[in-house]
């Protein structure tokens, strides 16, 4: 792909870019991780992030949230800037996210768990939607939050942030280390919150889960965004991912 | 009535009440000390000379603007809570980011200049506190005297315990609070103000001690060191029961309280060391302490 045609297709012309980064750069202490991230993503759509071990996905969810909190360029989320707001700034926006560890709370029960994110606007899914989606946590309602399988504390992990009311969902790994049957049950999820209107940014190894669910997948590699396929062009390029991946 | 081992039970009941009514002040102290801990990651060493604080002001409010004891059983623990969350802010908030130690000799530093002072002003003396009115005299339960206000002492610690341990494991205050303990980051990126949460946990914290402050000022003499002779059994407490574990530290102050009482019956001369023989076996068989969380 020509400089001019990533050029682009990175910057959609046509629908609104709900979140719009350009330039991200960010640190771990002295650890320079990100070094200029550029990526748009639109009102309703789900795009991935694809790349090795260690080039800086996470990172970049972190930095939008602003939990890696030294970074530098332009976050913006809605037509407003959020690079120097605090991540409970960002949050109360309307973004949410779903840690790679999942972030279980073990000493809170299921329901406490997903009652835990505060409401940040109107919008959410309701409990009885939630429940319909995932139904094993209905049933484990009094259970420890740790306690659960580790399907199930990745759906716990996505349910709890569907109620809030945030639009932009960053999901990081939501399959890793699951069963088959369940990635297709979080793959199922994932198709129906962007049905519901949900914006969803994913990190992912598994690019054939992300084909799947995903609109467009943007290549990360040494803290840069350093390729976007559109879903469509997936086949078409799948020699060239082959190779960013090393797969 | 029953004599055991020629004890004759008056002696055994009277310890046993004083044991309680010292387990009361030991459970409500390393209850705030749990608290902080759990949430701050601080070992606040201040706490004795907080609940200290806690009788003084209850002794000034009577004394130099003549508020009684039941007002004073609400307003000195807000004064203290309020000067805790002056400490929290301009000092403690500092510290999150180091070591446990840096926190403890911060507190301790506190500790020596708190007592310093209201020793300069006071005195060691102590200074008389009345038991109010409604609870003087006692009851006669027929092997025992029973003072009211030792019962009350005994009855409002369990109330205050009970309340903040329901309040923390079964609200969704709580459950904020439980989570933030585990993962502060996490819970301050779904939007919740995490910096006001520890700010007034600490204050509700030191606001206990201050209540303990209230509770003791008609027992035992207010005196600036009332908080340090205390806090080292507190502490040993909340070793035992294991650190910030809430039901540990309230569990473990009342049983202590009566295990010492009971070896004041039949070892008076260990009286003054069996805590600390408990905690050295305790740290001994299971260091996390007896509620303690393995991680």
């Given at each position: ?48 992030l694809l790349g090795r071990n260690g080039a800086g996905k996470t990172s970049t969810l972190l930095a939008i949230m602003g939990i890696l909190a030294k970074r530098s360029g332009s976050v913006m989320f809605n037509g407003t800037e959020t690079i120097a707001m605090q991540p409970r700034q960002i949050a109360r926006m ?58 199930e504390q990745q759906m716990l992990a996505i349910a709890r942030i569907l109620r809030t009311g945030a639009r932009l969902l960053l999901l990081d790994e939501p399959t890793e280390g699951l069963a088959p049957v369940i990635v297709q049950q979080i793959g199922r999820t994932i198709r129906e919150l962007k049905a519901h ?51 | ?12 009941m009277g310890q046993l009440l004083l044991g309680l009514i010292n387990g009361s002040f030991y459970a409500v102290l390393s209850l705030g000390l749990a608290v902080i801990f759990g949430l701050l990651n601080i070992i606040n060493f201040a706490h004795g000379a907080l609940y200290m604080m806690g009788a003084f002001v ?238």
């Amino acid at each position: 792909m020509s400089d001019a045609s990533l050029a682009q297709a990175t910057r959609p012309d046509t629908g609104e870019a709900l979140l719009h980064i350009s330039g991200l750069q960010g640190w771990y202490g002295e650890s320079h991780v990100l070094h200029g991230i550029d990526l748009d993503v639109k009102r309703g759509e789900v795009a991935t992030l694809l790349g090795r071990n260690g080039a800086g996905k996470t990172s970049t969810l972190l930095a939008i949230m602003g939990i890696l909190a030294k970074r530098s360029g332009s976050v913006m989320f809605n037509g407003t800037e959020t690079i120097a707001m605090q991540p409970r700034q960002i949050a109360r926006m309307g973004i949410a996210i779903c840690p790679e560890e999942r972030g279980i709370f073990s000493s809170l029960n299921v329901e406490e768990n997903l009652m835990l994110p505060p409401r940040i606007a109107d919008g959410g899914l309701s409990v009885e939607r939630i429940y319909e989606l995932f139904p094993n946590l209905r049933e484990r309602l009094r259970s420890q939050g740790t306690k659960l399988s580790g399907g199930e504390q990745q759906m716990l992990a996505i349910a709890r942030i569907l109620r809030t009311g945030a639009r932009l969902l960053l999901l990081d790994e939501p399959t890793e280390g699951l069963a088959p049957v369940i990635v297709q049950q979080i793959g199922r999820t994932i198709r129906e919150l962007k049905a519901h209107g949900f914006t969803i940014v994913l990190v992912e190894q598994n690019f054939r889960f992300a084909a799947s669910v995903s609109d467009r997948h943007y290549v990360v590699e040494q803290g840069k965004v350093i390729d976007m396929i559109p879903n469509a062009d997936m086949d078409a390029n799948i020699d060239k991912l082959h190779t960013y991946l090393g797969v | 009535m029953f004599e055991l081992l020629g004890i004759p039970p008056q002696v055994l009941m009277g310890q046993l009440l004083l044991g309680l009514i010292n387990g009361s002040f030991y459970a409500v102290l390393s209850l705030g000390l749990a608290v902080i801990f759990g949430l701050l990651n601080i070992i606040n060493f201040a706490h004795g000379a907080l609940y200290m604080m806690g009788a003084f002001v209850a002794w000034m409010l009577l004394n130099y603007i003549g508020i009684g004891y039941w007002p004073a059983l609400v307003l000195a623990p807000l004064i203290v809570g309020a000067f805790g969350i002056v400490l929290e802010r301009s000092m403690l908030s500092r510290l999150y980011h180091l070591d446990h130690l840096y926190g403890l000799l911060l507190t301790f530093g506190l500790a020596l200049i708190i007592q310093g002072l209201f020793r300069n002003y006071y005195g060691i003396s102590g200074l008389p506190y009345q038991i109010p009115p409604a609870l003087s005299g006692g009851q006669n339960l027929g092997f025992m005297f029973l003072p009211n206000y030792r019962a009350w002492v005994v009855v409002a610690s369990i109330v205050v315990c009970f309340g903040t341990w329901f309040m923390i494991e079964k609200t969704r205050l709580g459950a904020y609070l439980r989570a933030a303990t585990e993962n502060p980051v996490l819970v301050g990126a779904f939007g919740v103000n995490v910096p006001l949460m520890i700010m007034l946990t600490y204050g509700f914290g030191v606001a206990l001690a201050g209540f303990a402050g209230v509770l003791a000022a008609p027992i035992y003499s207010v005196n600036p060191n009332m908080g340090a002779d205390l806090i080292i059994v507190v502490f040993a407490v909340v070793v035992i029961g294991g650190m910030g574990s809430i039901l540990g530290a309230i569990v473990t102050g009342y049983v202590l309280g009566l295990i010492e009482g009971l070896t004041r019956v039949f070892y008076p001369e260990g009286s003054a060391v069996v805590i600390f023989v408990i905690m050295a076996i305790v740290l001994l068989i299971k260091p996390e302490g007896l509620f303690g969380r393995t991680a």
